[in-house]
């Protein structure tokens, strides 16, 4: 979990600590009214899931998630579309580390 405030950033990196690549982050804006903007590495950086909305893939921002793919260090948020500059973030960060926890899919039927 990574808590940050928002800067106006096109190409903002924030460190999480993990020690391996995220592949999965959940965001969301604290401080104002907004959905929850998911990142999947099987999306990619140019694409979200939306928590609270019917749409089931959103492409409508070129790298939302930054312009490079998330590190063992760090990931990238493009705070220019969905973030509203000063407004404080929360990160919930997954990834599969062996024996501890393991990221998968789920594909529904309806």
Known sequence: MVAYTATA????????????????????????????????????????LSLNSTVAVNTSFTNIWGISDPTTMDFGVDETNLLTNGATQISYLFATKANISKVGSYTGNG
């Open 9 to 48: 950033n096109p190409n903002r990196r924030i460190s999480h600590g993990m020690g391996v690549v995220p592949e999965l982050i959940i965001n969301k804006q604290r401080s104002v009214g907004s959905g929850w903007q998911t990142y999947s590495a099987s999306l990619g950086r140019s694409a979200f």
